[in-house]
């Protein structure tokens, strides 16, 4: 193994074949920073260019690619507070309050030297696990993957921003999000309202995009500001303070690398989940990480990086060794591999071992070229923060609107963004955290099917096998600690006691939306209440229970008080905060003129998707990036052509003539089939 291991070690350093790898991660960079795109595109795109090339190039290009779409899209993540991938949405809660402290350039150090040493631990997990792990894995079975699910769920609480009430809500939210479309046992139709694209279900892209990306765009175009520029001189001095934090919690990188490789390797956990785990592991482990995750604790970006990166090695480790694909991207990669003769396998570990540990290179020189690019252009990237916002926001809003829209290709991704995105920001003003929506998203289509086939399977037998009562058992120790802790610290506290009676000041926007979330959680029970059992179960637990949650914190926000009467100023404010949800991202804007430009903003992403019905998306984009500059920023007409004119463009040969996106039908193009004539209905 060693001999061939060095051999295959010669076969990627060849000049021809490092030079596709570099082509495959500057390729994998792109995508990352574009908001919504994702491996998947890439590796798409890219397959049929191998036909002709031998099995060591064409892996080694196609792995290079994939193994560094998790190190770039920490840029958006960080800047704006928009995933690239769905993977980077942990790195949102830390690293985009460090980009509004100044602190880009040290989020991005501890990023990348913490990207490139997860992708280096899951080359290692790679080569040495094949042989290994075979029979570990192939003992996993629906049980095995329930129980992985039932703890993701255990992550809501310490995701939900010290309130567990709502988090939980939030994640039944998401839950029931899920179980849009046909069910896959009964094939009753769940919430499809009569509609071809939710028959499918909601896609996690739009929702994802819809729930982060719009709402931080919209606080920085209602407040008109930017990031803060100071640190933008300062980035080489930055980058070395983000890679010292990386270096002293070298422990936290090696434990969130072995939970992304070990649980990347594991088919049906799902690429989205595990940067959460990861993250949540952190923050129960790490000293005094309760109270500073989510407001800027490097550690958190830390957490969520390495495991996101060592994950890439683990899906390719069940990819490799059985043929079953942990990802929807290493489903393609399995694809090249039968194109190209090779059978996942035995045949992987015996006698084509050299393929196995070409692709294990391969994931170690991606991830270092892909590192030192960023590192290389750290100081452009960190200046788009000074970018003035009239500028950056229909730039980004317009990446995004595409973005979304790759996720099936149809207007219900645009309708799907603009309703997630409309949540998001309420959600966002009134105090309730997203993140567990997004998670309950991921986690419900799995929890549901692998919960059917255990009892189908295994009738109650599967709640004894041993990984199941393992897992378990840390589910439930990650569910009591809190809740213990929390009591002892009450039972301790005699200056701030619980005053219990109606606070009439207590009802605003937070009540109504929690009251909202009532009328959701009915309209779930009294929806799925004829269903057949299979249909229903899920809707109606988590109806139930999602019913309880929010009547309880609805509850807790009328009649609770932590203290009659606050010692200064500074507690009342604190206070109204803890009321009625004030964000301090817009500062001292009145209330009315924050309603006022929120219209505006959201009336401009309702002005995309109708001028995209009736012209196509790509003529759409054109005439609202001219008119947001124009009209909306009030930039000179030198400065909104060129901006307009040069970002259309790159979506024009990127989108239509490279990936040969297929647009949808717009109105003018059926209304005037004579256009197709001259082509423009290419782009309608």
């Not at 009569?194 to 920085?220: H, N, Q, R, W």
Request: proline letters at 6%; a neutral charge; glycine letters at 12%.
């Amino acid at each position: 193994m060693f001999e061939m291991a060095l051999s295959a070690l010669e076969i990627v350093l060849d000049p021809t074949r490092l030079m596709y790898v570099m082509l495959g991660v500057v390729i994998g960079l792109s995508l990352g920073v574009i908001p919504g795109l994702s491996g998947i595109v890439g590796l798409s795109l890219l397959l049929p260019f191998t036909f002709d090339m031998d099995p060591f190039t064409a892996l080694a290009f196609l792995v290079g690619l994939q193994a560094v779409v998790a190190t770039s899209d920490t840029i958006p993540a960080v800047l704006f507070g928009v995933p690239g991938t769905v993977g980077s949405a942990p790195t949102i809660l830390d690293g985009h309050p460090m980009a509004k402290q100044g602190l880009a350039a040290r989020a991005f150090g501890a990023a990348f030297s913490a990207s490139v040493l997860g992708g280096l631990f899951g080359a290692l997990f790679l080569a040495l696990s094949i042989p290994l792990l075979r029979p570990f894995i192939l003992s996993f079975g629906s049980p095995e993957l329930l129980a992985f699910c039932v703890f993701g769920l255990s992550l809501i609480g310490i995701l939900s921003g010290g309130n567990h009430l709502k988090g939980l809500a939030a994640a039944g939210i998401g839950l029931v999000v899920a179980t849009v479309g046909e069910e896959p046992n009964t094939a009753i139709e769940r919430w499809t309202f009569g509609s071809l694209y939710l028959l499918e279900g909601i896609p996690l892209v739009p929702l994802a995009l819809g729930l982060f990306a719009l709402p931080e765009i919209a606080d920085m175009a209602i407040a008109r500001r930017t990031l803060r520029t100071g640190y933008g001189d300062s980035t080489n001095s930055g980058q070395l303070t983000g890679i010292k934090d990386t270096l002293a919690n070298l422990p936290l990188v090696l434990r969130g690398s072995a939970i992304g490789s070990v649980l990347g390797a594991v088919p049906g956990i799902g690429a989205a989940v595990i940067p959460w785990i990861a993250y949540g592991h952190a923050m129960r482990t790490e000293k005094g990480a309760t109270e500073s995750f989510g407001k800027g604790d490097v550690r958190g970006v830390i957490a969520a990086e390495s495991s996101n990166n060592a994950k890439e090695g683990g899906a390719l480790v069940s990819t490799i060794a059985f043929g079953v694909p942990a990802t929807a991207a290493m489903a393609l990669l399995l694809g090249a591999f039968l194109i190209h003769g090779l059978s996942p396998g035995p045949d992987m570990l015996t006698t084509r071992l050299d393929v196995s540990y070409t692709l294990v290179w391969t994931v170690a020189i991606a991830n270092i070229l892909g590192c030192g690019i960023c590192f290389t252009f750290a100081r452009q990237l960190a200046g788009i923060a000074r970018i003035r916002i009239g500028i950056l926001a229909p730039v980004v809003l317009s990446i995004t609107f595409i973005g979304a829209f790759q996720a099936t290709r149809q207007w219900g991704d645009l309708v799907a963004l603009l309703g997630f995105g409309l949540l998001g920001w309420v959600m966002k003003r009134v105090d309730w955290p997203r993140p567990p929506l997004l998670l309950g998203l991921v986690l419900g289509g799995l929890l549901e099917r692998y919960m059917f086939i255990s009892f189908q399977r295994y009738g109650t037998d599967w709640l004894s096998r041993p990984i199941v009562i393992g897992v378990f058992a840390v589910t439930l120790y990650s569910l009591l600690k809190p809740i213990v802790t929390n009591f002892v610290r009450r039972r301790r506290e005699t200056t701030n006691p619980l005053i219990f009676g109606f606070k009439p000041n207590s009802i605003g926007p937070e009540s109504w939306f929690n009251i909202s979330t009532i009328v959701f959680f009915l309209a779930c029970i009294v929806g799925s209440w004829r269903w057949d059992l299979g249909a229903k179960l899920v809707p109606q637990v988590v109806g139930w229970i999602g019913l309880g949650l929010s009547g309880l914190q609805l509850a807790w926000t009328l009649f609770v008080t932590h203290s009659p009467t606050p010692k200064n100023s500074v507690e009342v404010e604190n206070l109204k905060t803890q009321t009625i949800g004030v964000d301090s991202d817009l500062g001292a804007l009145p209330p009315d003129e924050t309603k006022r430009r929120a219209v505006r903003y959201f009336g401009w992403c309702f002005f995309i998707f109708i001028a995209a019905t009736l012209v196509g998306l790509l003529p759409a984009m054109l005439i609202f990036l001219i008119g947001y500059l124009r009209f909306e920023a009030k930039e000179s007409w030198v400065m909104t052509l060129t901006v307009g004119v040069s970002v259309w463009m790159v979506s024009y040969l990127l989108f239509h003539q490279l990936l040969r996106v297929p647009w949808p039908a717009a109105y003018l193009g059926d209304l005037l089939p004579g256009l197709r004539s001259i082509g423009i209905t290419n782009l309608l």
